[in-house]
Structures are given as structure tokens and as C-alpha cells.
């Protein structure tokens, strides 16, 4: 413990700024502020103290800067802030991660939101950073264990794999992610949860995730009622932490809930910063900012571990044409789109699975797993393209082989998406051929 606080205390000393610079706040409305005085010292992204509101300590961004003054966006309410009053420079705006992180819940500016102090790392990480260099980052690496049937056959997940989890609200997407969470195959696991209910974080935490769950989590929560400016953060902040740990080596699963509300807090800045909205009311730069945050996850160099990614998107009503799911899926090594239909019949996780794709395959699997996926999707497509003439009762028995094979093994298959452990993904394959048999006996072998 000795060593982890003196390092933590230098790690203080250096950021402590001796000499900071001072602007005035010289018009407030739209939800910025005005300053002047900080034009030749601010960079775009950097952090100010603003005056406390309400007793409590107040700071904002900088969001545009002009010859004379500065444009801040708060965050949070600017009521109280009055012409003149102070506002202080504090500088880069980066975290600095620490290993004492793990099992923690912290903030957007890497502040604890659970019981006890924070210790800060040596290391500041930018917020915006950089992706690895595409001619240096190796492919993607070896199919990971998810404990889920599911994810070990018909969409695997490899070492570095980013996959984009599209679900409207209530159909399961927050357990799907817990499982992830608990399940697959990582040194850490760094969780955002962006634009959450303040009770779902502790019910994630303490009954979802439980203390199992949180030895190798950290949980970075920006709930629904923060400013946009903390909610944006979130996004950027968790994936500073994932790749301080993957720099040293570590493999991360970074889960991101969610990438619409990233989209969402993004576009009232930038609506504020004066860009205007021509995707469905999302500015240009969305598509950017969705993009870099989405690259800087994926395989790692030579020297590094992998950052393996999942990120969610709400879809209102299935559409998967809406801006920020149609340019996720363009970027993305992958996509499960969860079904409300499934769900309302009650089968979890309501997993579409001829709607959902793992960009691994076929590489991921043998020639043998292959073909037995292959066999499953042939199977659930003939299912789905006659289920209707099946419900009705218009198809009779013996018109169409395919169809009645499809119909023999639907029940089978339907069951076995849901099922959670079946040991290995060898394991898990030789319970799909048992799905997959003629006669529903497991075959020799």
C-alpha cells in the first residue's frame, strides 16, 4: 500500500499547475458561457473551474475559442453564474488511470462514485486519442469462451473483435451485456454506462454484476441527469481506461450503453457550438465522432494487448436504417440485433439470429463448425420463411422436405439459443449437432 500512495501522491504533485490562468465570465445564454481573458492560453477540449452553484464546485469545457474569447459549455445548470465572475483554467483534459481502479465505479472525470478515495495514475491518457497504427495492429486473434451456447457457435467472438448489440428498450439488452460482462474471456472489463437511470447503476453493480462480476470491472457511469458534456465524456473516458490497460499488455472487453445516447449528448454540443443537424437532426460530425471512438478499440500491436468491444444501440422501432445504427454497422466486426417479437414470446436473449452477423466467420471456426452453422441458419431461414403458413395451420405434412426438417428442429434450436453454459466451444458444438440431428439423438463421437 506504501508504494501505491507514494505513487499516487507524485502523480498529484505533477499535476498541480502553480501558476493557473483567470478569464471572466462576459455573457451567458443558449447554455454557454461567454469568457474572455483565456483566448491565448485555452485549447479546444480543455477544462475550466467555474464558480460553485448551489455549494457544489462547477467546471466546463471549452468548446469554441475566437480571437477574444472562449465559448464554455457547462456542466451542468449555468443558474447562479452572473457577468464577472471567475473562471479558471485548469487545463488538459485527459484521464489518468490506475490499476487500484478495478472494482470501482467512478465518474466521467475519473472521480469515485462508490465509498473510499481515488487513487490517480502517473500516465495521463487523452481523452480523444488515437487508434494503433492500421500498419502496425495485428488481425484479429483466437475464438474467446462467452458462456453462452450462442456466442461459442453461431456468432463467435474473437480476441479483438468489435460487435455492435442493436435492441430497442426491454428486450434484454442489459442482461446480455452482464453475461458478457461475466462471461467472456478477459483480463478486464471496462463497462460505460452512458445516459443510465441513477438506479440502474447500483442494480447493475450490486445485483446484475454482483462481486464476482466486479474483481475485473470498472464501471465509468454518467446517469441520464448530467449534462451532455458528462455523458459524451463517459464514452471517450472508458475507452481511455481500456487501452491504459491494454498498453500494458492486458486483454480488455470494453462494453459501451450506450453508443445512441454517445450520438445523443454529442449532438446538443454541437448544436450548441453552432453546427446544425441534417442526419435526422444528428450534425455531420456524428458520423465522425462514432467512427473514432469505435476505431480505437479492435486488436492491438505487437506490444500491446486487445481492446474486444461490445457496443449497444437503441434502435426505436427496428430501425436499423436511423443514423447511428446504419453507420455502426459500416465500421463494426459484427452485429446482434435483439427482436422484440422474440422476446414477447418469451425466449432470452432474443437473439434474431438471421438478422445478426459475426464478421470472424468462417475463420473462427473449423470446417466442420462451419458447416454446422451453416446448417442452423438453412434451418431457422426455412423455419421463418413458412412460419405463417405453419401457425395458420395451411401447411400440410410431407409438402416440402426441407420445410419439415426445419420444423422437427426449430423447437431444438429455438431452446438452445437460450441456453447459458454447455462447457466449451467444443462442448457447445456438439450440443448444436445434437440440435441439428434428424432424430434429435446426439450423433457418435
Known amino acids: 500500500m506504501a508504494g501505491i500512495g507514494l505513487e499516487a501522491l507524485t502523480a498529484e504533485i505533477r499535476a498541480i499547475r502553480p501558476v493557473r490562468p483567470v ?34 464546485p462547477a467546471r466546463g469545457e471549452v468548446l469554441t475559442l475566437a480571437p477574444d474569447t472562449v465559448t464554455v459549455l457547462p456542466d451542468g445548470s449555468a443558474d447562479g453564474l452572473q457577468i464577472g465572475d471567475r473562471v479558471v483554467l485548469a487545463g488538459h483534459n485527459g484521464i489518468a488511470p490506475h490499476a487500484s481502479w478495478i472494482g470501482r465505479v467512478i465518474d466521467p472525470f475519473g472521480q469515485a462514485l462508490d465509498d473510499g478515495p481515488i487513487l490517480q495514475g502517473d500516465t495521463s491518457y487523452p481523452l480523444r486519442g488515437q487508434p494503433p497504427s492500421p500498419t502496425e495492429r495485428r488481425g484479429l ?65 450490486e445485483k446484475i454484476l454482483g462481486p464476482d462480476g466486479m474483481k475485473r470491472a470498472i464501471v465509468v457511469a454518467a446517469t441520464s441527469d448530467l449534462s451532455p458534456m458528462a455523458r459524451r465524456r463517459c464514452a471517450w473516458t472508458a475507452m481511455a481506461v481500456a487501452e491504459y490497460f491494454r498498453d500494458q499488455g492486458r486483454q480488455v472487453l470494453l462494453l459501451a450503453d450506450s453508443v445512441t445516447r454517445f450520438a445523443d449528448a454529442h449532438r446538443e454540443i454541437a448544436l450548441a457550438a453552432g453546427e446544425t443537424g441534417n442526419l435526422r437532426g444528428y450534425p455531420p460530425s456524428t458520423t465522425t465522432m462514432i467512427t473514432s471512438l ?87 431461414g426455412t423455419y421463418d420463411r413458412s412460419e405463417l403458413m405453419i401457425q395458420a395451420g395451411l401447411y400440410s405434412h410431407g409438402s416440402d422436405a426441407a420445410v419439415d426438417a426445419a420444423i422437427e428442429v426449430f423447437p431444438r434450436l429455438d431452446k438452445f439459443i437460450t441456453m447459458r453454459e454447455a462447457g466449451d466451444a467444443a462442448a457447445s458444438f456438439q450440443a448444436l449437432a445434437s440440435c441439428l440431428a434428424s432424430d434429435g439423438a446426439k450423433p457418435d463421437g
Open 23 to 56: 478569464g471572466r465570465i462576459c455573457r451567458l445564454g443558449g447554455g454557454t458561457l461567454t469568457v474572455t481573458g483565456l483566448s491565448d492560453e485555452a485549447a479546444l477540449g480543455d477544462l475550466v473551474e467555474l464558480p460553485a452553484v448551489n455549494g457544489r
Open 141 to 205: 486473434g483466437a475464438r474467446m469462451e462467452t458462456g453462452m451456447t450462442v456466442f461459442n457457435t453461431l456468432l463467435p467472438v474473437v480476441r479483438g473483435q468489435r460487435i455492435g448489440l442493436f435492441a430497442g428498450s426491454g428486450v434484454g439488452k442489459t442482461m446480455l451485456l452482464a453475461r458478457f460482462a461475466i462471461g467472456l474471456q478477459a483480463d478486464i472489463a471496462v463497462i460505460a454506462m452512458i445516459g443510465e437511470r441513477g438506479r440502474e447503476v447500483r442494480e447493475f453493480v
Open 294 to 380: 469505435c476505431e480505437r478499440a479492435g486488436p492491438g500491436t505487437e506490444t500491446s494487448g486487445d481492446i474486444t468491444a461490445v457496443f449497444s444501440v437503441l434502435v426505436a422501432g427496428s430501425d436499423m436504417e436511423e443514423p447511428v445504427a446504419d453507420t455502426l454497422r459500416g465500421v463494426l466486426d459484427g452485429h446482434v440485433v435483439l427482436d422484440r417479437n422474440i422476446a414477447e414470446r418469451g425466449r432470452f436473449p432474443a437473439i434474431d439470429i438471421l438478422r445478426s452477423v459475426s464478421r470472424s466467420l468462417p475463420a473462427a471456426a473449423s470446417e466442420a463448425e462451419n458447416a454446422l452453422i451453416s446448417a442452423a441458419r438453412q434451418s431457422l
